[in-house]
């Protein structure tokens, strides 16, 4: 039972253009949000995160959008960058902050065609 | 930024063999590390989580024998995988955090186990 879902494999979009990654939840007991980038051959990458209390966390070209009653976030890349070509996990914790049990959801693939 | 350096990031090796990894924070002290493994096209899934100076915990499912954790410092955390067969083929991967609140884990490059 996948209790993070990222529901699109991969996404494809011009340089230039907002990417928008979607997640959903089904546990309503986490509580803090984050997003990892991660590139063939290394680790995640820590991107952004977002706390259950906030709807909007912005950080230069990303920006984290929660919507706790559709149990549903997205992150925001604008403007899209080549260099932005990853995989993206969404990852959830239950137990507050970052320091508990991260739930992953199984990642997209982003691609930015120059 | 934080780093968090895994060793090594390739392992081949024969059934039975036992195999330990590594999982270094090299300029942070990790109050906590975790550990990880990941199946090709799922999830990263959480195996235990190892805090300096005491036993690991382990997730449900994940045999304590034969995923031995060590986390002799604040720098340095162990995974023995004893006795590997190829049912234990994976990707595994660490992280680190450094106690403070709301600090994102921070994640070695992981290691690709493969058991013949």
């Known amino acids: 039972d996948q209790q993070v879902k990222q529901n699109s494999p991969s996404l494809s979009v011009q340089e230039g253009r907002i990417s928008i990654l979607n997640c959903d939840y089904t546990n309503s007991m986490f509580d803090y949000f984050l997003w990892y980038k991660k590139y063939p051959a290394e680790g995640p990458t820590f991107l952004i995160s977002i706390s259950s209390i906030k709807d909007k966390n912005e950080d230069g070209r990303f920006t984290v959008f929660l919507n706790k009653s559709a149990k549903h976030l997205s992150l925001h890349i604008v403007p899209s960058q080549p260099g932005d070509s990853a995989v993206y996990f969404c990852?959830?914790?239950?137990?507050?902050?970052?320091?508990?049990?991260?739930?992953f959801g199984k990642g997209t693939k982003l691609s930015v065609k120059p | 930024g934080a780093v968090v350096s895994q060793h090594p990031s390739r392992v081949i090796c024969k059934s039975g063999t036992s195999v330990k990894i590594e999982c270094r924070s090299l300029?942070?002290?990790?109050?906590?590390m975790f550990w990880y493994r990941q199946f090709p096209k799922q999830s990263l899934m959480l195996m235990a989580t190892s805090n300096e100076g005491s036993k690991a915990t382990y997730e449900q499912g994940v045999e304590k024998d034969k995923f031995l954790i060590n986390h002799a410092s604040l720098t340095l955390s162990t995974l023995t995988v004893t006795s590997a067969h190829p049912e234990d083929s994976s990707f595994y991967i660490c992280?680190?955090?450094?106690?403070?609140?709301?600090?994102?884990?921070?994640f070695g490059d992981g290691t690709r186990l493969s058991i013949l």
């Open positions: 992280s680190a955090v450094n106690g403070q609140h709301n600090q994102p884990q921070h």
């Open positions: 300029d942070f002290q990790a109050t906590t």
């Open positions: 990852a959830a914790s239950v137990y507050g902050g970052s320091q508990g049990n991260l739930i």
